[in-house]
């Protein structure tokens, strides 16, 4: 059961994110938190809302020394009294990815939000990291996707050790017209 499910929570990440029409997406909640403030220290993370239909994401945190040594790890889970295992995980490499774009889920994640941040660049990262009104686009295509509220939870490792943690939540809503 719960292995379908991943499958179909994979499959339905990974599609709808390009196929869908009239469903809904918002942004929830985000929680950010630094591990090591003497490296990071998190100056926003904040959820606005613009409209009924749209919230936006503003991040901005601050490297306080460069990291060429990126570690994403993270998980997708879905609520439901609680948030259940997880979906998919998944650890990538930051500045490999920065270099040259791998991985099909997490294209679509830095598609999300490239044109908001400065993080555009090659590593070393440092100094001001921002992200500045991301938001999930409410017009893409659909295949069939359980509505429900998701979470991506990340986990940020530079040189194999925990720095922050950004938790961002969402809901999807399927339009029944
Ligand atoms: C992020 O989500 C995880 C998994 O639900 C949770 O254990 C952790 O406490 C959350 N962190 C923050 C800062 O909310
Ligand atoms: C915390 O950050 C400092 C740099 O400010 C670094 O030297 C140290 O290794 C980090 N601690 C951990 C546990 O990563
Ligand atoms: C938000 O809703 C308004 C009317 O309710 C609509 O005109 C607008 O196109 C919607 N915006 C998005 C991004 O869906
Ligand atoms: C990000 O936070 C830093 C530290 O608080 C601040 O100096 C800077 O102006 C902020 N940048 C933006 C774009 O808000
Ligand atoms: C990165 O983004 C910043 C701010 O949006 C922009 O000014 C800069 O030209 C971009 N750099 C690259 C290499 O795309």
New binding site residues.
Partial sequence: MWNTLKVVGILTIILTWRLSDSVVYKLTNVKCESLNMSWVTINECRLKALSRNKTVFNFNATFHHPTNDILMDYRFLKRASGYKPWLYRRKIDGCRFLRKPYDALTIMIYIAYK????I??TCPLFGDILIRGMYLTTSFKSIPYPTGDYMLQINWMFYRKIQFVTNVSYQFVENLL
Avoid at 115 to 118: A, L, R, T
């Fill in positions: 044109d908001v941040s400065n555009n660049h």
